[in-house]
């Protein structure tokens, strides 16, 4: 007879936890694959992907070694800023001619005397300040450093990341567990209630009993409602980080 009446206070309490314990997630009808809990090794490369590539002060690193090399490339071409291509072209007469007889110059004190000819220059200028030619190796030396800086900033702000989305990952499969023991604790609670009932019904058992019965159900439910409340703060932290449901991390089957 006790048997029969556990089994079938078992079969009655089961639908009701599942009932209280269902909700997983932020939104109903979610359901994240077991795979994304039970191979770190799988998801957490492609968490740290969409991380660092949601990350806004990654991007703004990302931008700043950007630009220190453009200032190196700029460094290295600023020789050509000393350098200057002049042409010129001029009309009229000038006081020097050639005789024909030497072909050596003569000077001519009024140039009208000669008829007004097409002159034409071209040159290459270079201005090359001391100062700018002695440290050309030391200013290029300096921007490089500044490259290799903001490199690294870059690299150590990306394992940060990285160091975090870990810590969110642990906690929401740690999050995962602790809603899983409490839906099966919260089971064994409605099973003892349901047994507690009938059992105080039937007299055999005193109304403490029964109130115990009753005080561990409910101490059960709102542990599990704890515990669904930390798996959703859990998810939700990792999702800000990634900037995507953590379902579209999980290739579709």
């Known amino acids: 007879m006790k048997t029969a009446l556990l089994l079938l206070a078992l079969a009655a309490a089961r639908p009701a936890a599942a009932q209280l ?28 992907e969409a ?6 002060e990654v991007e703004q690193l990302e ?6 090399g ?20 001029n009309y009229g007469t000038v006081p020097f001619f050639a005789s024909p007889e030497g072909g050596q110059q003569r000077y001519q004190f009024n140039a009208f005397n000669q008829g007004a000819r097409a002159q034409y220059s071209t040159g290459l200028n270079l201005v090359a300040p001391l100062d700018v030619l002695l440290s ?3 200013t290029v030396h300096r921007q490089e450093l500044a490259v290799s800086r903001a490199t690294a900033e870059q690299k150590h702000k990306e394992s940060e990341v990285r160091q975090l989305v870990i810590v969110r990952y642990q906690e929401l499969v740690l ?17 003892s209630r349901k047994i507690a009932e009938r059992r105080f019904k039937d007299g055999d058992i005193q109304v403490d009993e029964q109130m115990a019965a009753s005080e561990y159900y409910g101490k059960a439910l709102l542990a599990l409602q704890e ?16 900037g995507q449901p953590i379902t579209s991390i999980m290739p579709r089957q």
């Open 51 to 56: 991380a660092i590539g949601h990350s806004a």
């Open 63 to 68: 931008a700043s070694r950007q630009m220190a």
């Open 227 to 242: 515990a669904q409340n930390k798996y959703v703060t859990a998810q939700l932290l990792l999702e800000e980080i990634i």
């Open 21 to 48: 314990a269902a909700p997983l997630g932020p939104k109903p009808g979610t359901v994240v694959p077991a795979e994304f809990f039970s191979s770190p090794d799988l998801v957490l490369p492609r968490l740290f």
């Open 175 to 191: 999050a995962r567990a602790a809603v899983q023991h409490y839906q099966d604790a919260l089971q064994s609670a409605t099973v």
């Open 136 to 138: 050309r190796r030391n």
């Open 70 to 89: 453009e200032d190196l490339r700029l460094v290295r071409k600023k020789p050509l800023n000393m350098l200057a291509f002049a042409a010129s072209y």
